[in-house]
């Protein structure tokens, strides 16, 4: 590898970069992100031309603007539209990379989107000439690794190996929902892919179970509401405003018509789930109290981030949850999900060892 390789949100280009600088600056590493705002992409490359310190940084895990983290070898740029096969195959020799899959991306951005067609014309001539040059093995040949073309510009592309457990296997990295008609709002698939993201199936399944009691702050209409019910949760939905009537006439909602930042629960949930539209700030303390209090068990929430320095006013509020609440008892997870927008999801559970 010569470099690592971030996919983004397009427009959260510089607080990926942001992020990643803050990791090096921690882990003493010198490095430098390279990026252009809007294209959904950030190169990270080190000062020194050495990138063997990379290899094992900036997990994909502990990212929070990133959604896939590809080891990667240095741009292929030029590209002549009557062989782009033959440099390709001649990179992927000199770098001794085997893979057992071929991934085709682009950036999730109108222009790669343009870009879909010449993957899928790719596909076959380029996994037949790399079969051949013995880099594309069978299953079980090349530990699971899987080789993506990133394609950038019909003449440009990135190479980048993704090993099973440091990258995400999900194409662009990005957890594709159907959005479920019955729910009241295209919200609820935000709160749908972050139990995706967080959870493991085994903990989607005893953590979220028949019988157990929830609170959402901010929930009208409902969307995430519906998500809980959908599990056998009862909920209790804090909002001034107007909750889904058919949601409410299945008789698993409490609707309270109150504010979310002063209600106090009669007795403790098992979690907790807020998406007001409010300071990150405020929103992060109030989660706060309610972990403090041992009110909640656990709790997903979102920070809206209308401002420019999106990765500063992430970092402090989770900095303050975890002094606040102590990194020893709660785990603090935080990802831009591929549903939401100016906008990124935290997860707060307790930590290992910490009584549950
Ligand atoms: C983005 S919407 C929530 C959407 C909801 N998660 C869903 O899936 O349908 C934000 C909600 O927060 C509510 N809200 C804002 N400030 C509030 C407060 N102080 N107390 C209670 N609700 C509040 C608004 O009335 C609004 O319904």
Redesign the pocket.
């Known amino acids: 590898m010569e470099e690592l390789l971030f996919y983004c949100r397009a427009g959260f280009e510089k607080d990926l970069a942001g992020e990643l600088a803050a990791e090096a600056a921690r882990e003493g590493l010198a490095v430098y992100p390279r990026f252009v705002e809007g294209t959904a992409f950030v190169r990270l490359l080190s000062a020194d031309g050495d990138p063997a310190p990379l290899r094992d940084a900036f997990s994909l895990e502990e990212r929070i603007f990133a959604r896939q983290r590809l080891p990667a070898l240095h741009p292929l740029e030029g590209l002549s539209r009557e062989d782009r096969v033959s440099p390709v195959v001649e990179r992927i020799r000199a770098s001794g990379w085997a893979f057992e899959a071929i991934w085709h991306e682009t950036p999730d951005t109108n222009k790669g989107k343009e870009l879909h067609r010449l993957g899928k014309a790719l596909e076959r001539p380029l996994a037949s000439a790399l079969r051949k040059a013995g880099a594309l093995r069978g299953q079980g040949e090349a530990q699971g690794c899987r080789l993506h073309c990133f394609w950038t510009a019909g003449d440009r592309v990135q190479l980048g190996l993704a090993a099973p457990e440091s990258s995400s296997d999900r194409p662009g990295g990005i957890l594709r929902l159907k959005a479920p008609r019955a729910?009241?709002?295209?919200?609820?698939l935000?709160?749908e892919e972050a139990w995706h993201q967080f959870l493991t199936p085994e903990e989607r399944e005893q953590r979220l179970a028949e019988g157990m009691t929830a609170v959402?702050?901010?929930?009208?209409?409902?969307?995430?509401?519906?998500?809980l019910v959908r599990h056998g949760l009862h909920v209790q939905a804090?909002?001034?405003?107007p909750m889904?009537a058919d949601l409410m006439a299945g008789g698993q909602v409490e609707h309270i018509r109150?504010?979310?930042?002063?209600?106090m629960p009669p007795r403790p949930v098992h979690w907790l789930?807020?998406?007001?539209?409010?300071r990150p700030g405020r929103v992060a303390d109030r989660i706060g109290d309610w972990l403090e209090a041992g009110w909640a068990r656990e709790a997903i929430f979102?920070l809206k981030l209308p401002m420019k320095k999106r990765f500063e006013t992430v970092r402090d509020c989770l900095d303050r949850l975890e002094q606040r609440l102590g990194a020893q008892t709660v785990r603090l997870r935080a990802r831009q999900l591929y549903h939401d927008r100016e906008e990124i999801t935290v997860h707060a559970r307790p930590a290992r060892g910490a009584a549950d």
Do not use: M
């Open positions: 729910a009241p709002s295209r919200s609820a935000k709160l959402d702050l901010g929930a009208a209409p409902g969307g995430w509401t519906w998500q804090v909002d001034n405003g889904d109150e504010d979310a930042f002063t209600w789930v807020c998406d007001i539209v409010d979102n």
